[in-house]
């Protein structure tokens, strides 16, 4: 007689199976799951151990802060035995702020979900980043962020598509009341670190800004999913800020801000710094951010921005495409910008530059620092249901210069502006471009440029990680 087995009935014989065979069983309640998986990464580790080994109860109630901290104490001393890597089994893991070390990975399961913590007491203050002279909230210090580094080295955060939640809710509210102290925590935040890859995770919810790296060098950020709510205050995707040699690829965000936002500083504290973002690479990106752009280049870029090169975009019902924002003040540049192949499905306005953004840190900022901006690339795009083809605005006195636009097709909404280029204090040129641009803009034969060879970023070399994993589950 054959016998045919539900999904629930085979999971009920896994689950028997484990308790019988389980080696460590107290009082029949906890036994040993053993779980395999693989991933690719920059780095794999010799040694991996669960943070349920250090008392962590992914209940969602129990508060494991401390569990987080112990387990990565711990393996922190491995550091120069081939590295270590904590996972986090299936659950929901309620944390608060927890700091990485290097050589090291995080790996949460695919049914892994990090829930950040909402008392404020589980996000401990650090100071406001030197480039930006005080918090973006606040005029004080910062919350940490919920998993957070700094001056690390080697370091992978990472899953088979499991979930970090930020519960952001708390902070929105506080936000928008205008009852903020500090500012801010983000999700994830690197500081001063190199070798950073950050790739196959869910990101949900965050209190503000999902990933930060910032003064980091060779970052790698691959198939995540980013989501939080339209209307949700300053949730930007990815910020890579002061970063040299980054790469994002395969992302899908839908946020309340900017998909993307290049950053590097804000006015004196940014120009003191003097830490560019450059040779940055973005991928196969799918956006939806109604009220943001695709990817904002700024607002602050005093530390500078350049060499980027951003291809194969897809933008869904965005307010801007790529979107360049400046003002005096902010000194600094955002020079030699590459951008190919973009598709734009409704859209207010496609192409975007901002010269009077304004939001300076406090009124010491100096009236005579203006941006340069300048070799400026857009190719290869088409777009429907656009309400405004472009809105480029300069500064007087400090045009924007080298802008090209060429093999661009955009459709307009039914509902549009009669006009639908407004241009000023902006120098280039336009080849194929419909509808017909402004006059700032005039027509040649050029094909926009976008470089051929490749950054370092693109030879990193990638391994495949494969591991077994014995842990205790209730
Ligand atoms: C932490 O590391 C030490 C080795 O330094 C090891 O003996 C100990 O068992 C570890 N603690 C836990 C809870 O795994
Ligand atoms: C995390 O790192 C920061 C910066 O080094 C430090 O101020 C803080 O005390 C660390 N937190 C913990 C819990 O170790
Ligand atoms: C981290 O690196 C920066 C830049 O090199 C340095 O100024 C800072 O003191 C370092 N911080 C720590 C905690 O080592
Ligand atoms: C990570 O995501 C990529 C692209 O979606 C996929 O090819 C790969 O199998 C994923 N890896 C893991 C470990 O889930
Ligand atoms: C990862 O999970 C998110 C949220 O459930 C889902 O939208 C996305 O498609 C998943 N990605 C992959 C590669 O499975
Ligand atoms: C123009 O752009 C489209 C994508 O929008 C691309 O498929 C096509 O090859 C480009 N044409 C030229 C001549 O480069
Ligand atoms: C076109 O864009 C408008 C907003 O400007 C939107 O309301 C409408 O649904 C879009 N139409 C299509 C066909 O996507």
């Given at each position: 007689m054959a016998i045919f087995l539900s999904k629930l009935q085979i999971k009920l014989v896994i689950f028997i199976s484990l308790i019988l065979l389980?080696?460590?069983?107290?009082?029949?309640?906890r036994y040993h799951i053993t779980d395999s998986f693989d991933y690719t990464a920059i780095s794999c580790r010799a040694h991996t151990a669960s943070?349920?080994?250090?008392?962590?109860?992914?209940?969602?109630?129990?508060?494991n802060t401390a569990a987080f901290k112990a387990a990565i104490d711990n393996l922190s001393q491995l550091a120069t035995d081939g590295g270590s890597q904590l996972f986090v089994p299936p659950g929901r893991w309620l944390t608060g702020s927890f700091n990485l070390t290097s050589h090291f990975t995080l790996y949460l399961h695919q049914d892994a979900v990090l829930l950040a913590s909402q008392?404020?007491?589980e996000w401990p203050l650090i100071d406001p980043l030197p480039s930006y002279g005080?918090?973006?909230?606040?005029a004080g210090g910062r919350y940490t962020s919920l998993i957070f580094g700094t001056n690390l080295t080697d370091v992978v955060i990472t899953g088979g598509n499991g979930t970090i939640d930020g519960q952001g809710d708390l902070w929105w509210d506080k936000f928008h009341k205008g009852q903020l102290q500090y500012t801010r925590p983000y999700l994830i935040e690197l500081m001063y670190s190199d070798n950073i890859q950050i790739s196959n995770l869910t990101l949900l919810?965050?209190?503000?800004?999902?990933v930060h790296p910032v003064y980091c060098n060779n970052v790698v950020v691959q198939s995540i999913t980013i989501l939080a709510?339209?209307?949700?205050?300053?949730?930007?995707?990815i910020n890579p800020d002061s970063c040299t040699n980054t790469k994002i690829e395969d992302c899908y965000i839908v946020s309340g801000d900017d998909c993307v936002a290049v950053k590097s500083g804000w006015d004196q504290y940014g120009i003191a710094f003097g830490m560019p973002t450059k040779q940055l690479v973005i991928r196969r990106l799918t956006c939806i951010s109604p009220t943001s752009?695709?990817?904002?280049?700024?607002?602050?870029?005093s530390g500078g921005i350049e060499d980027v090169r951003a291809e194969d975009i897809l933008a869904i019902?965005?307010?801007?495409?790529v979107r360049i924002k400046t003002a005096v003040g902010r000194g600094g540049y955002v020079k030699d910008i590459y951008v190919k192949g973009m598709t734009m499905k409704t859209?207010?306005?496609a192409f975007w530059m901002t010269g009077n953004y304004g939001s300076h840190p406090?009124?010491?900022?100096?009236?005579?620092?203006y941006p340069v901006i300048q070799n400026i690339n857009y190719r290869d795009m088409v777009g429907e249901n656009?309400?405004?083809a472009a809105r480029l605005e300069g500064i007087v006195g400090d045009p924007f210069t080298g802008i090209c636009i060429s093999n661009v097709t955009l459709g307009l909404a039914?509902?549009?502006?009669?006009?639908?280029w407004t241009c000023t204090d902006v120098e280039g040129v336009t080849s194929d471009v419909v509808p017909q641009p402004c006059n700032l803009l005039p027509q040649s034969s050029k094909k926009c440029d976008f470089p051929l060879e490749s950054l370092a970023i693109d030879n990193i070399e990638i391994q495949t990680c494969s591991h077994t994993i014995k842990y205790l589950q209730k």
């Amino acid at each position: 007689m054959a016998i045919f087995l539900s999904k629930l009935q085979i999971k009920l014989v896994i689950f028997i199976s484990l308790i019988l065979l389980s080696n460590n069983n107290v009082n029949g309640r906890r036994y040993h799951i053993t779980d395999s998986f693989d991933y690719t990464a920059i780095s794999c580790r010799a040694h991996t151990a669960s943070v349920t080994d250090f008392g962590a109860v992914g209940d969602g109630e129990t508060v494991n802060t401390a569990a987080f901290k112990a387990a990565i104490d711990n393996l922190s001393q491995l550091a120069t035995d081939g590295g270590s890597q904590l996972f986090v089994p299936p659950g929901r893991w309620l944390t608060g702020s927890f700091n990485l070390t290097s050589h090291f990975t995080l790996y949460l399961h695919q049914d892994a979900v990090l829930l950040a913590s909402q008392d404020v007491d589980e996000w401990p203050l650090i100071d406001p980043l030197p480039s930006y002279g005080r918090g973006r909230d606040a005029a004080g210090g910062r919350y940490t962020s919920l998993i957070f580094g700094t001056n690390l080295t080697d370091v992978v955060i990472t899953g088979g598509n499991g979930t970090i939640d930020g519960q952001g809710d708390l902070w929105w509210d506080k936000f928008h009341k205008g009852q903020l102290q500090y500012t801010r925590p983000y999700l994830i935040e690197l500081m001063y670190s190199d070798n950073i890859q950050i790739s196959n995770l869910t990101l949900l919810n965050s209190p503000s800004w999902n990933v930060h790296p910032v003064y980091c060098n060779n970052v790698v950020v691959q198939s995540i999913t980013i989501l939080a709510p339209v209307n949700s205050p300053n949730t930007d995707g990815i910020n890579p800020d002061s970063c040299t040699n980054t790469k994002i690829e395969d992302c899908y965000i839908v946020s309340g801000d900017d998909c993307v936002a290049v950053k590097s500083g804000w006015d004196q504290y940014g120009i003191a710094f003097g830490m560019p973002t450059k040779q940055l690479v973005i991928r196969r990106l799918t956006c939806i951010s109604p009220t943001s752009a695709v990817i904002a280049l700024g607002s602050e870029m005093s530390g500078g921005i350049e060499d980027v090169r951003a291809e194969d975009i897809l933008a869904i019902n965005s307010e801007s495409g790529v979107r360049i924002k400046t003002a005096v003040g902010r000194g600094g540049y955002v020079k030699d910008i590459y951008v190919k192949g973009m598709t734009m499905k409704t859209m207010k306005w496609a192409f975007w530059m901002t010269g009077n953004y304004g939001s300076h840190p406090d009124d010491k900022y100096d009236p005579n620092a203006y941006p340069v901006i300048q070799n400026i690339n857009y190719r290869d795009m088409v777009g429907e249901n656009v309400t405004m083809a472009a809105r480029l605005e300069g500064i007087v006195g400090d045009p924007f210069t080298g802008i090209c636009i060429s093999n661009v097709t955009l459709g307009l909404a039914p509902k549009t502006k009669k006009v639908p280029w407004t241009c000023t204090d902006v120098e280039g040129v336009t080849s194929d471009v419909v509808p017909q641009p402004c006059n700032l803009l005039p027509q040649s034969s050029k094909k926009c440029d976008f470089p051929l060879e490749s950054l370092a970023i693109d030879n990193i070399e990638i391994q495949t990680c494969s591991h077994t994993i014995k842990y205790l589950q209730k």
